[in-house]
């Protein structure tokens, strides 16, 4: 199953292929996106931090994790990762998040079962909680890395393998910041 899901963070290629809920109806990619000026490779030593900086809690599918700093393998095994040079938690930009759905501690077991409106908090260690509703799921190949990159809004971006127990896809789950953080 490790072996399954190593894929997670193997997201090198850009490509401009997204898929709907339904994997065989194709989508195109939203237009202008670039990564942010600090984001860093899936494989680049930053995110092998491993350090706490927060705390994610999702009501709608009993979720209360610790998150990490860094989107190495062995920082996603431990539970909640933050890619490292995406937006800051609940900062004005992308901040994504990765996390195992049946391997480890799988924290994103339920991700699939999100739906608009769904409240996402998250708790932060260097400033107030910020509060996200979530407006869309979808999802998209392994190679996908847009989905790290700005949409020129503060949100929060998601994602893992799917579906569960293989690493063919992965489910992403994009929110809105609405509260306690720099919106504008």
């Given amino acids: 199953m490790r072996k399954l899901c190593t894929a997670l963070v193997a997201l090198i290629v850009a490509s401009a292929t997204v898929w709907s809920a339904s994997p065989a109806t194709a989508v195109e990619a939203p237009d202008g996106l670039l990564p942010g000026s600090g984001r860093q490779s899936a494989f680049h030593r930053s995110q092998s931090s491993g350090a706490e900086i927060g705390r994610l809690v999702i009501p709608a599918i009993g979720v209360d994790e610790t998150i ?15 890619w490292v040079g995406t937006s800051a938690l609940g900062g004005p930009g992308n901040a994504v998040l990765a996390g195992h759905r049946t391997t480890r501690t799988a924290p994103f077991l339920d991700l699939d079962r999100l739906r608009p409106g769904d409240l ?11 509060l996200y509703r979530v407006s869309d799921t979808f999802i998209v190949e ?32 994009q929110a809105d910041l609405i509260a306690g953080g720099r919106i504008a």
């Fill in 68 to 82: 990490r700093s860094g989107v190495s393998l062995e920082v996603i095994d431990l539970g909640v990762a933050h």
């Fill in 120 to 130: 996402i908090t998250v708790e932060r260690l260097d400033g107030p909680p910020a």
């Fill in 142 to 173: 392994p190679e996908d890395v847009w989905i790290t990159y700005e949409f020129g809004r503060p949100m929060l971006t998601m994602f893992a393998c799917h579906p569960k127990g293989s690493a063919r896809f992965r489910i992403v789950v």
